[in-house]
């Protein structure tokens, strides 16, 4: 599935993002091991409860096309993201430069893990994250794809512990082999 992306040109309101900043850039700017600042802003994902309203009605329905990533906040220690899943939309197997903490906001998810098994990608374990769902990653146990298996649009926000305005997290993808 393609991604789709946005940039913030002209950003409209976004309800609670600068509340929602501040409290992420108290905790992304410690001093601390990368897998400690996920866990500690996946901690203000579950404090401060951001919601839909932080994406327009438009940016909402997402794209026919892919999943679709709308850019909210970028600074040097981190940047926040939305992204929008219709029904079926997927990302490619992957993995990542940075930490990662995001939230469920609306639908559902599903993330299948992997881990390298000499020279093949194996399949360790799947998580279903409800609307609600809080979590915190870091490299590099953080193979993984997740799709939207649910029958609604689904939409996460994420933030990144780095500066993603020219760039994106993934470090790599994988291709997963059928061995017969």
Same mark, same amino acid.
């Given at each position: 599935?393609?991604? @789709?992306? *946005?940039?913030?040109?002209?950003?409209?309101?976004?309800?609670? !993002?600068?509340? $929602?900043?501040?409290?992420?850039?108290?905790?992304?700017?410690? +001093?601390?091991?990368?897998?400690?600042?996920?866990? @500690? #802003?996946?901690?203000? $994902?579950?404090?401060?409860?951001?919601? %839909?309203?932080?994406?327009?009605?438009? =940016?909402? /329905?997402?794209?026919? &096309?892919?999943?679709?990533?709308? *850019?909210?906040?970028?600074? /040097?220690?981190?940047?926040?993201?939305?992204?929008?899943?219709?029904?079926? +939309?997927?990302?490619?197997?992957?993995?990542? !430069?940075?930490?990662?903490?995001?939230?469920? !906001? @609306?639908?559902?998810? *599903? =993330?299948? $893990?992997?881990?390298? &098994?000499?020279?093949?990608? #194996?399949?360790?374990?799947?998580?279903?994250?409800?609307?609600?769902?809080?979590?915190?990653?870091?490299?590099?146990?953080?193979?993984?794809?997740?799709?939207?298996?649910?029958?609604?649009?689904?939409?996460? $926000?994420? %933030?990144?512990?780095?500066? !993603?305005?020219?760039?994106?997290?993934?470090?790599?993808?994988?291709? @997963?082999?059928?061995?017969?």
């Amino acid at each position: 599935m393609v991604e @789709q992306m *946005t940039a913030p040109v002209d950003s409209p309101p976004r309800p609670g !993002l600068a509340e $929602l900043v501040a409290r992420i850039r108290s905790r992304a700017r410690r +001093q601390a091991d990368p897998r400690t600042i996920a866990e @500690q #802003v996946a901690d203000v $994902l579950a404090e401060t409860k951001p919601d %839909v309203d932080l994406l327009t009605v438009a =940016e909402r /329905a997402g794209s026919p &096309d892919g999943y679709t990533r709308h *850019t909210l906040h970028t600074e /040097a220690a981190f940047s926040v993201s939305a992204v929008v899943w219709r029904p079926g +939309q997927v990302t490619e197997i992957h993995d990542h !430069l940075v930490w990662c903490s995001f939230m469920v !906001l @609306q639908g559902a998810e *599903t =993330e299948t $893990l992997y881990d390298i &098994d000499g020279d093949r990608l #194996v399949e360790i374990g799947e998580r279903h994250r409800p609307a609600g769902s809080v979590s915190g990653v870091a490299p590099p146990d953080d193979i993984h794809r997740v799709r939207n298996t649910g029958d609604t649009v689904a939409i996460t $926000l994420h %933030v990144y512990g780095a500066d !993603l305005s020219r760039g994106t997290s993934v470090r790599r993808t994988y291709e @997963q082999r059928h061995d017969r």
